[in-house]
């Protein structure tokens, strides 16, 4: 009975140790993959002028991404922020019609004196600067020298008249409504017309509060 029980205990041990090592090979067991992303990635379902369009992609730099889809973000009323210390640059604002895909562009140039990425405070910093309107000149038509530019052209440089002109008009936009990020391009360009009209004279925070006083008539 002694030698019975023995056996059948080495039985079992035997019978558990081998269910231990089938489970182990089977949790190693990896599943064969499907042929769905060999085929996604063959190039026999490509039509040829869809891989010609994105051929010529690469000719193009990404320089936006809007939302598109309805309801992100509903337009409302902004006021005006006071003016911001940024950083110097030559910076081209493009203008783009509402009904249409038509463009114009217009350079304001802050760098010129205090050297690229230098702190710029309106009206406290001298930039000695300038506005020229470059319409719907293709970035690519501009020569890397813009003073040629408005050498060529030099009727298209703002007077100080005009740049105060523009300054007017970018406060009056507040009056409608617009995205957040609409806001935020018209504050910074804002800003950039403000360094290069006051150019370091004093009057700025008197003119800020004057605009602030039209725009909010404007928006009661």
Do not use: W
């Not at 080495?10 to 081998?18: D, F, K």
């Amino acid at each position: 009975m002694k030698k019975l029980g023995i056996v059948l205990a080495t039985l079992v041990l035997a019978l558990v140790v081998s269910g231990c090592s089938n489970q182990k090979e089977s949790n190693n067991v990896k599943e064969t993959p499907t042929n769905e992303v060999t085929q996604t990635n063959s190039q026999n379902n490509i039509r040829p002028e869809i891989k010609s369009n994105i051929d010529n992609l690469k000719d193009y730099d990404i320089i936006d991404i809007k939302h598109m889809t309805k309801g992100i973000e509903e337009p409302q009323k902004f006021e005006p922020e006071d003016p911001k210390e940024f950083n110097a640059g030559m910076f081209k604002v493009t203008f783009q019609k509402r009904t249409s895909v038509d463009q114009v562009s217009v350079v304001c140039q802050t760098e010129s004196k205090v050297g690229h990425l230098a702190k710029v405070v309106p009206g406290k910093t001298v930039v000695d600067g300038f506005i020229y309107y470059a319409g719907n000149a293709k970035e690519a038509d501009m020569p890397k020298d813009i003073q040629k530019l408005i050498n060529d052209n030099p009727n298209l440089k703002f007077t100080k008249d005009e740049e105060r002109y523009l300054i007017e008009h970018l406060y009056g936009r507040f009056a409608k409504k617009m995205t957040s990020s609409q806001a935020n391009f018209v504050n910074e360009t804002k800003d950039f017309a403000l360094a290069i009209y006051f150019n370091g004279n004093e009057g700025l925070e008197q003119f800020h509060k004057a605009q602030m006083n039209i725009s909010s008539k404007n928006n009661s």
